[in-house]
T-cell receptor, first 112, second 116 residues
Framework: DQQVKQNSPSLSVQEGRISILNCDYT??????FLWYKKYPAEGPTFLIS?????DKNEDGRFTVFLNKSAKHLSLHIVPSQPGDSAVYFC???????????FGQGTTLQVKP | EPEVTQTPSHQVTQMGQEVILRCVPI?????FYWYRQILGQKVEFLVS????????KSEIFDDQFSVERPDGSNFTLKIRSTKLEDSAMYFC??????????????FGSGTQLSVL
């Protein structure tokens, strides 16, 4: 079941630069998309979300872009900070179930 | 800030034994979930629970699994006869409205289950 895919297992960027994490989905019933951040030995922490009626949502250094026609979303972090180093999960839900389908995660390393 | 709490943080058990993983969801939340993550794999949905009954479950959630809300605060996951492949990190989550669009889930820190 590969309904949500994060094709890059890892990403390394320099502090202060932009981090771009990508996510693709296949199920056109998904109408809500979320990004979670996870540190080792902790649970996923909600970061930012976007509804399918929008194409962009911004919260401070974090912006999520949604391209419904391409079934693609991305998370931009700018400027990146060393504390942003974590695993980032893309997740999707739809059909009023509340259930989230997660991608495999991308490990972001921000180098000082 | 309110949070979902899970106990224990680590659980080691012998194959065939029963385990109960415990969770205290956020107090005003109505929907509860269990997810798991096998090492190196995705976070996978197991079950959702609302109004004292299961609202949805995955193929993973077979007869060996059960959930319960024994009182007004706890939410438990029981595995009756553990198998080696049940070894994973189990996450509890809760939300205010599970069936609504734009509803985010809040996750606990997880219980690492090791079946020997």
């Amino acid at each position: 079941d590969q309904q949500v895919k994060q094709n890059s297992p890892s990403l390394s960027v320099q502090e202060g630069r932009i981090s771009i994490l990508n996510c693709d989905y296949t199920n056109s019933m998904f109408d809500y998309f979320l990004w979670y951040k996870k540190y080792p030995a902790e649970g996923p922490t909600f970061l930012i979300s976007i509804s399918s009626i929008k194409d962009k949502n911004e919260d401070g250094r974090f912006t999520v872009f949604l391209n419904k026609s391409a079934k693609h979303l991305s998370l931009h972090i700018v400027p990146s900070q060393p504390g942003d180093s974590a695993v980032y999960f893309c997740a999707a839900s739809g059909g009023n179930t509340g259930k989230l389908i997660f991608g495999q995660g991308t490990t972001l390393q921000v180098k000082p | 800030e309110p949070e979902v709490t899970q106990t224990p943080s680590h659980q080691v058990t012998q194959m065939g034994q029963e385990v109960i993983l415990r969770c205290v969801p956020i107090s005003n939340h109505l929907y509860f979930y269990w997810y798991r993550q096998i090492l190196g794999q995705k976070v996978e949905f197991l079950v959702s629970f609302y109004n004292n009954e299961i609202s949805e479950k995955s193929e993973i959630f077979d007869d060996q699994f059960s959930v319960e809300r024994p009182d007004g605060s706890n939410f438990t996951l029981k595995i009756r006869s553990t198998k080696l492949e049940d070894s994973a990190m189990y996450f509890c989550a809760s939300s205010r409205q599970g069936g609504a669009t734009n509803e985010k889930l809040f996750f606990g820190s997880g219980t690492q289950l090791s079946v020997l």
